[in-house]
């Protein structure tokens, strides 16, 4: 009888220390949220684009007007007029850089490109910044084939995929309030 009470102790401390490590850190998506129940209708204007690189804020803003769609039931529009909050971004640099290279040739076999971008969530009605990151950097890596005129068409799926990573990163980012 004495094995058995034992046994019960080392079982109630087993489940107690396992109900207390379920509600640490752990939440749905969604939940934990510092933006105010009357915000449903987010703007997302185009973001800006302090680079070079062509159209890479059209692609940004695309994205994430996507990612909001399709992972909250916020409202998106384009324009503030009429909205609780708006979503603004600036393309900061885009960088591209040599990562792998062929040992007998030398040549670069495979790149990473590297987005930096400041974002920043205001509620219009209280001019408060709900979320703000002035450093979002993502990077991305992508093969180049032998052909020098394939190296400019790889990088632009290689940017899609990671505009797509930005902003399903930067939804969730938002919404669970990280």
């Known amino acids: 009888m004495h094995a058995s009470v034992k046994l ?18 752990y939440h749905e998506a969604g939940h934990a949220t510092s933006i105010p129940p009357d915000v449903k209708t987010i703007a997302i204007p185009m973001f800006v684009n302090h680079t070079p690189r062509y159209r890479i804020e059209q692609m940004l803003t695309a994205a994430v007007t996507r990612a909001f769609v399709e992972q909250t039931n916020f409202q998106v529009t384009h324009t503030t007029a009429g909205a609780d909050a708006v979503l603004q971004g600036t393309v900061n640099s885009v960088e591209t850089a040599a990562v792998t ?3 007998s040739t030398g040549r670069a076999t495979a790149f990473e490109i590297q987005v930096t971008a400041a974002v920043r969530l205001t509620d219009l009605h209280t001019q408060k910044v709900l979320f703000a990151n002035p ?11 032998e052909s020098a005129p394939a190296l400019f068409e790889e ?24």
């Open 101 to 103: 290279f062929d040992p």
């Open 135 to 145: 450093r979002y950097v993502f990077r991305e890596q992508y093969q180049v084939s």
């Open 155 to 178: 990088d632009t799926p290689a940017l899609e995929r990671l505009s797509r990573d930005f902003a399903r990163t930067l939804v969730t980012d938002i919404v669970e309030n990280f």
């Open 8 to 25: 019960n102790a080392r079982l109630v401390t087993t489940l107690a220390l396992a109900g207390l490590s379920v509600g640490c850190g």
